[in-house]
């Protein structure tokens, strides 16, 4: 969570550029609509990341997502960072979850029918040497 956090963090400050250089000192980040387009933003990352079946994060501890269908659908991406959100929100209680669901799911895997699944990292053929004679 925290590599995709800050790299949220990075989309954010893109996409508020985006924003806050047209329209100068009108934009507020207490404005509910420029917070809604943050929002939109993250979930975008997040959901076409998934698609993928994998976010950087993700990619980076060999974590894949996996769904009902492959690639999971925009609406099950919409869920799944909707209950995520929700889990955070209580203070981690939808992650910790997972400590005592028997196949480990989380709040927002039971509630998109996903589930997160540990890919074999690839093995690095060891570098050959030439022995001189």
Do not use: C
Request: hydrophobic share 50%.
């Amino acid at each position: 969570m925290i590599y995709d956090g800050l790299l949220l963090v990075g989309l954010w400050m893109i996409a508020a550029t985006i924003v806050v250089i047209p329209l100068g000192s009108e934009v507020n980040a207490s404005n509910p609509v420029f917070q809604l387009y943050l929002l939109v933003v993250a979930w975008a990352y997040f959901a076409i990341s998934w698609r993928g079946g994998q976010t950087l994060g993700m990619k980076a501890w060999h974590i894949r997502i996996q769904g009902t269908q492959q690639p999971i659908s925009w609406l099950t991406s919409l869920v799944r960072f909707v209950v995520a959100i929700a889990s955070l929100g209580t203070l981690g209680l939808g992650f910790a979850w997972s400590l005592i669901h028997p196949q480990r799911k989380t709040w927002h895997d039971l509630a998109s029918g996903t589930q997160l699944v540990v890919t074999k990292a690839e093995k690095r053929k060891p570098k050959q040497t030439k022995v001189k004679n």
